[in-house]
């Protein structure tokens, strides 16, 4: 294997005076009538050009942004020299999804914020494409089993966090059952993320090879109500890991939400970016927009639902947002493709009412304007209504993306598990111990809504601790620290 580079003979004054490459991206025009990823793969010439702009900082500061702390310079020196098989090892030896995570952390707030080049004000190493480059590009070695241990674990939710915790026991001979309330494995990797962000392939690919080491899977079932935690338990689990995530949807308090035409976020993703046997029964039908859609929210979701009903054939998408943009969460790369493939966005507006027309259906959107007054708990400043400016607007479709809750039912009904007073459940950040003996959590069940890297983050730490206790004995969980 290629060795690390030298610090000193790294020519850095060359490498800062290297133009980035292009990053190869479809035509919006064309993208937006298909629902494929947005972006293209690199080829291996511009993938090193690209690579070789990293100057190899000591200090790194890419490696301190990135939650899993990935080796990202090591990792470009191998890619740089063509080795990319050793690159995607790299990559994969603290991540068990680069593939994922390449395309779609916020790269701009992690790695690529940190980069040297981005404090310099030009574009940074585009570290996230050619993470998912050599990811896609090296296949993932068949792991080293352990013998059996003959101990058997449960993880109750099939994101990125369960599945990580899934994979990580089962290389090292534990036998371990995923459930989840979904048809099929991925969380919000597939119940949310739509197929032109990251294609759903990746999470097929991943759940196959979890099966191909013995995991088993136990789709639709909802742990808490078709099964319980004591159950798990007593069935022989000496450890569980609750990775449900926190996927309840807020509500929209206003007038007209149960009209038809009005989806929530996530029955309407699902609906248009999920295999139709992937669905459950009440979301087989599918959906559609007609030809003006109103996006109602902020953040991630807001701008997957623009980008979808955008796909589905609708001419006018606009994002309605009751702050400016400045106050806005999610990945300003999304922002950025949307407005390519044509969304509009109306700052600093509330719905009030959903209106519906003769035959039932949403017709319109009565909105008050907004201004911006003193910082809330979240420390962004508060929307404040305008009085006298209520407009009305017409519509087809209206799309609530309000964000999500942690599942207060779940948690509550789990005893001797302590939960804080959002319902996000207590750990002990070193371990992914909860308050309760063998229960571990970890992912957005434990951080509130939040990203795949830290759910991944959270599954290799539960999966550490918990291998601990399979092997050796009790985990005492300390949620003081
Ligand atoms: C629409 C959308 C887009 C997003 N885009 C991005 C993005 O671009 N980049 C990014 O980094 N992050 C993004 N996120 C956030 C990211 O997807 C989450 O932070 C991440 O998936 C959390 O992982 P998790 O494993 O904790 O939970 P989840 O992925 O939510 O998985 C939890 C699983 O638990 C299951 N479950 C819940 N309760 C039970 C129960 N009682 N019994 C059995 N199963 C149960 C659920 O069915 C689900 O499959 C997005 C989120 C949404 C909603």
Same mark, same amino acid.
């Given at each position: 294997?290629? =060795? ?13 005076? &290297? ?13 937006? +009538? ?24 000591? %200090?790194?500061?890419?490696?301190? %942004? ?6 990202? @310079?090591?990792?470009?020196?191998? &890619? ?41 004000? +030009? ?5 996230? +494409? ?5 990811? /896609? ?25 369960? &599945?990580?915790?899934? *994979? ?15 048809? %099929? ?25 979890? *099966? ?13 109500? !078709?099964?319980?935690? =004591?159950?798990?338990?007593? !069935? ?43 669905? @459950? ?18 953040? !991630? ?13 609708? =001419? ?8 400016? *943009?400045?106050?806005? @969460? ?5 922002? /950025? ?8 966005? =109306? ?11 003769? /035959? ?15 910082? /809330?708990?979240?420390? +962004? ?101």
């Amino acid at each position: 294997m290629i =060795e690390r580079p030298n610090s000193k003979a790294v020519d850095r004054k060359g490498r800062l005076a &290297l133009p980035a490459t292009r990053l190869p991206i479809r035509d919006p025009e064309v993208r937006i +009538r298909d629902f494929g990823e947005a972006c293209e793969p690199w080829d291996l010439e511009a993938a090193r050009a690209e690579a070789e702009r990293c100057i190899q900082c000591p %200090a790194a500061p890419c490696v301190r %942004a990135c939650p899993l702390g990935n080796d990202i @310079p090591y990792a470009l020196w191998l &890619l740089e020299h063509r080795d990319i098989e050793a690159a995607a090892s790299v990559f994969r030896s603290t991540n068990t999804m680069p593939e994922v995570c390449g395309r779609v952390c916020p790269q701009s707030e992690l790695c690529e914020g940190a980069c040297v080049y981005a404090r310099q004000g +030009r574009p940074p190493v585009a570290i996230g +494409r050619l993470e998912a480059f050599v990811a /896609d590009r090296a296949p993932e070695p068949f792991p080293e089993l352990t013998a059996p241990t003959g101990r058997r674990a449960a993880v109750v939710g099939a994101g990125p966090a369960g &599945l990580t915790v899934a *994979e990580k026991l089962a290389v090292r001979g534990h036998a371990v059952t995923v459930y989840d309330a979904w048809p %099929a494995p991925g969380g919000i990797l597939r119940y949310g993320i739509p197929t032109f962000k990251m294609s759903h392939r990746l999470v097929d690919e991943r759940a196959a090879r979890l *099966e191909t080491l013995g995991v088993r899977f136990v789709p639709s079932t909802r742990v808490g109500r !078709d099964v319980t935690v =004591e159950q798990l338990f007593d !069935d022989g689990c000496e450890a569980v890991f609750l990775g449900i995530g926190a996927g309840v949807q807020r509500d929209a308090q206003i007038e007209g939400v149960d009209l038809p035409g009005v989806y929530q976020a996530t029955p309407f993703l699902v609906g248009a970016n999920v295999e139709r046997v992937l669905r @459950p029964d009440a979301l087989r039908p599918g959906v559609s927009v007609g030809r003006r859609a109103a996006v109602v929210g902020g953040g !991630d979701t807001a701008m997957d639902c623009v980008r979808t009903a955008l796909r589905l054939g609708a =001419e006018e998408v606009t994002c309605w947002y009751r702050r400016t *943009e400045r106050e806005m @969460p999610g990945n300003e790369r999304d922002r /950025d493709l949307a407005r390519q493939e044509g969304a509009r966005f =109306e700052w600093l507006v509330q719905p009030t009412r959903l209106l519906p027309g003769p /035959d039932g259906r949403v017709t319109a959107m009565e909105c008050v304007r907004m201004r911006l007054g003193e910082p /809330d708990s979240s420390g +962004r400043r508060r929307p404040v209504k305008v009085a006298g400016t209520a407009f009305r607007v017409e519509v087809d479709t209206v799309i609530l993306a309000l964000g999500y809750l942690p599942d207060g039912d779940t948690v509550h009904g789990i005893p001797g598990l302590e939960v804080d007073d959002r319902a996000l459940i207590e750990t002990d950040p070193r371990s992914g111990a909860t308050s309760r003996e063998g229960l571990y959590a970890g992912g957005d069940a434990v951080l509130g809504p939040a990203l795949v890297v830290t759910a991944v983050q959270h599954g290799m730490r539960a999966a550490e601790a918990m291998h601990r206790q399979l092997t050796a004995g009790a985990v005492t969980a300390d949620c003081s620290s």
